[in-house]
């Protein structure tokens, strides 16, 4: 069985959502209920995974180099 992708995620702005930084990459945790309500899950400044609006956050494609880069970091 193959592991899914890893989705990333750029923050593109943080009204009122002070854990997140600005220009940051974040990694998405799948969360079919929050998508459905456009939120997604991504672990945050405090170091916990939690739900933001969508509309904070610009998907983006990531090389497979970096992709495995980004995750062995985190």
Do not use: T, W
């Not at 990694?27 to 929050?34: N, T």
């Not at 997604?40 to 904070?56: F, N, Q, T």
């Amino acid at each position: 069985m193959n592991k899914p992708q890893s989705q990333f995620v750029l923050c593109i702005n943080n009204d009122g959502c002070d854990d997140l930084e600005v220009r940051k990459i974040y990694e998405v945790f799948p969360d079919q209920k929050a998508a459905e309500d456009d939120y997604v899950r991504v672990i945050d400044e405090s170091g916990e995974d939690y739900l933001y609006p969508a509309k904070c956050f610009s998907p983006i494609e990531i090389a497979i180099d970096v992709r495995e880069n980004l995750l062995r970091a985190a």
